[in-house]
């Protein structure tokens, strides 16, 4: 993957999640912290304690270094590398108040995109060798978009459109309010003729008015396996095809064999476990 691919959101886009987990954390203040003293030093190891995809390390940083800014972290692993086990994917010394008092929000970032990088990672070692690209949705954590879709990344999956503002997806209830779907296709094109055009269908026969009104991209909504081969005939490369719709690891493969271009999964972000890590401080 390339570093662009790869590229997190900003630095301030980082902070801005950051110090929304510490404010919900912290409050005025961690009694326990307090507990220690204040010039106390420690060194901690943070072990992965299951096969993951790593993803997430500029917010465990900004955790970090939000909290103590002198800490050194010492990292034996990247964003989008698979670790095994056991492994210790890094090391870190500092002071312990702060160490502590940003430990819970480093790891919830971590362990929370690392899940979604591993998912992402399954999804789409199940569609290798068909040329297919798995996409994310906007089924995401609220507040955390950029971060999961930079993890879906991570896992070597794609990203959809990041929001309503940068693409135009037109779904069934947009084309019974605009009067059918080539009034709502004539519409999109008059107003953001820069945006990319997608129109989702739920039969050939949409799918044949959304060809004749001439979008860029068609969603196959729960099509069935032969329905769905019908209309990768029918489209003849025209356009590019999603699918989407009853997708999980065991179906995507049939799928993405069908001859579409894109299959969306709406549980690379919404269904995600959080990988176990482990953080183990001792005091130096």
């Not at 662009?4 to 959101?9: E, G, K, N, R, V």
């Not at 084309?175 to 953001?192: D, E, K, P």
């Not at 995507?252 to 001859?259: E, F, M, S």
Request: aromatic share 4%; hydrophobic share 50%; net charge negative.
């Amino acid at each position: 993957m390339s570093p662009d691919f790869l590229a997190a959101p900003s630095a301030a886009q980082i902070a801005a999640d950051i110090e929304r987990a510490l404010a919900e954390d912290l409050g005025s203040g961690d009694a326990t912290a307090e507990l220690l003293p204040a010039d106390a030093r420690a060194e901690a190891a943070l072990t992965c304690r299951e096969e993951a995809v790593i993803a997430g390390i500029p917010w465990f940083d900004a955790c970090v270094r939000r909290m103590d800014p002198s800490a050194r972290i010492d990292w034996h692993t990247i964003d989008g590398q698979r670790v095994a086990p056991g492994a210790v994917i890094c090391h870190l010394a500092g002071h312990a108040r702060p160490l502590l008092s940003a430990e819970r929000s480093a790891l919830n970032f971590l362990q929370l995109l690392s899940g979604t990088a591993t998912l992402t990672a399954d999804y789409v070692a199940a569609v290798t060798g068909t040329g297919v690209r798995v996409l994310d949705t906007r089924k995401t954590v609220p507040g955390l978009r950029l971060a999961q879709k930079y993890a879906v990344r991570c896992g070597g999956g794609h990203n959809h459109r990041m929001g309503l503002h940068d693409a135009i997806l037109v779904k069934e209830n947009h084309i019974i309010a605009a009067g059918g779907i080539a009034a709502a296709v004539q519409a999109a094109r008059r107003l953001h003729p820069e945006l990319l055009l997608e129109v989702e269908v739920e039969n050939l026969d949409e799918l044949a008015q959304a060809l004749a009104a001439g979008v860029d991209r068609v969603l196959l909504d729960n099509f069935s396996l032969p329905l769905m081969r019908d209309a990768v005939r029918q489209a003849a490369g025209l356009v590019s095809l999603e699918a989407s719709g009853n997708v999980d690891l065991h179906t995507i493969g049939d799928y993405a064999r069908t001859g579409v271009d894109f299959i969306s999964v709406g549980a690379l972000t919404k269904h995600v476990r959080a990988v176990d890590l482990s953080l183990r401080l001792r005091l130096g």
